[in-house]
């Protein structure tokens, strides 16, 4: 099973909503990330979960709040969110630890916009 | 600054030629190379990695990697209709690095 599941797959939300984003594997990767792609530009890393420990922080604004309660979910909590967050937002999966190439495998993404 | 750089395009490639999309790298201590496709309003899907310097096949898509000179190409061979898409490549840069860095991107396009 190769596969990296998000729910849910379109998300709209006023300014003031609280909701969340939810990312499941069953590769037995140890390292998930969160990644927002806007149209037309590369997916631009949040962050990364290592082991189930918070390991990179792309200085990403507080209203977005990562969250990995085991080692196969990632959660992303949204509150306060501002129009210029609407984008896809991609969880990823890999090996995890220093050995190997540690490729990374994407789920479906969820299309959030921001009212 | 890491960086990562391919051309933009968009490219145009007949059906059933030979698609090259290059790409180069700014840090000489890269070790792990990757090729995602990207269909338009879809998650990256990865396609190709390599390691090693030399190419590495599989199917109808070649990866080639120069660590001398930077930079990682893939060949798509007998292109079809289908393989029009925006070809994402990745580095890992350095040792015990999670992060990859993209490049911008390169839009595919084969015509029938």
């Known amino acids: 099973d190769t596969e990296v599941t998000q729910t849910p797959k379109h998300l709209v939300m006023g300014m003031t909503n609280k909701k969340s984003l939810k990312c499941e594997q069953h590769?037995?990767?140890?390292?998930m990330y969160w990644y927002k792609q806007k149209a037309k530009k590369p997916p631009e890393l949040m962050f990364v979960?290592?082991?189930?420990?918070?390991?990179i922080n792309e200085s990403v604004p507080s209203r977005f709040s990562p969250e990995c309660p085991n080692s196969s979910l990632l959660n992303l909590h949204l509150h306060a969110l501002q129009p210029e967050d609407s984008a896809l937002y991609l969880c990823?999966?890999?090996?995890?630890?220093?050995?190997?190439?540690?490729?990374?495998?994407f789920g479906p993404g969820t299309r959030l916009t921001v009212l | 600054q890491k960086e990562v750089e391919q051309n933009s395009g968009p490219l145009s490639v007949p059906e059933g030629a030979i698609a090259s999309l290059n790409c180069t790298y700014s840090?000489?201590?890269?070790?792990?190379f990757f090729w995602y496709r990207q269909y338009s309003g879809k998650s990256p899907e990865l396609i190709m990695s390599?390691?090693?310097?030399g190419d590495k096949e599989d199917g109808r898509f070649t990866a080639q990697l120069n660590k001398a000179s930077q930079y990682v190409s893939l060949l798509i061979r007998d292109s079809q209709p289908s393989d029009s898409a925006t070809y994402l490549c990745?580095?890992?840069f350095g040792f015990g690095n999670e992060k990859l860095t993209f490049g911008t991107g390169t839009r595919l396009t084969i015509i029938p």
């Open positions: 990823a999966s890999s090996q995890g630890g220093l050995a190997g190439g540690n490729e990374q495998f």
């Open positions: 590769m037995g990767h140890r390292a």
């Open positions: 979960y290592s082991y189930e420990k918070l390991s």
């Open positions: 840090d000489r201590v890269s070790q792990s």
């Open positions: 390599i390691y090693s310097n």
């Open positions: 990745a580095v890992r």
